[in-house]
Nanobody, 120 residues
Framework: QVQLVESGGGLVQAGGSLRLSCTAS????????MGWFRQAPGKEREAVGR????????YLVDSVKGRFTISRDNAKNTVYLQMSSLKPEDTAVYYC?????????????WGQGTQVTVSS
């Protein structure tokens, strides 16, 4: 069982930056591919990106490429989402998730989410 806790959300002006953190319980964090997702009001949850177990490979969706980066510190059981040049359309609840199967679509564990609000 893995428990994920996100932090770092808040209110920021357009053009600003935030860094989200997601800390996992347990000793097997480095076995999990980690993903970031977001859900805006009235919209379906969408993927933001993911990072491989070692952190050497990352993927970000086109809408955040060049503005967001994903990193992880396996010694701290933590994955990060650095968000820059934020736009009002980035407003959403952001979730981290973990999956053991790198090639599977479904994630095994989810955090409770952290709210990010970008004002114009």
């Amino acid at each position: 069982q893995v428990q994920l806790v996100e932090s770092g959300g808040g209110l920021v002006q357009a053009g600003g930056s935030l860094r989200l953190s997601c800390t996992a319980s347990g000793r097997t964090f480095n076995y999990y591919t980690m993903g970031w997702f977001r859900q805006a009001p009235g919209k379906e949850r969408e993927a933001v990106g993911r990072i491989s177990t070692s952190g050497t490979s990352t993927y970000l969706v086109d809408s955040v490429k060049g503005r967001f980066t994903i990193s992880r510190d396996n010694a701290k059981n933590t994955v990060y989402l650095q968000m820059s040049s934020l736009k009002p359309e980035d407003t959403a609840v952001y979730y981290c998730a973990a999956k053991m199967c790198n090639y599977c679509n479904n994630y095994d564990y989810w955090g409770q989410g952290t709210q990010v609000t970008v004002s114009s």
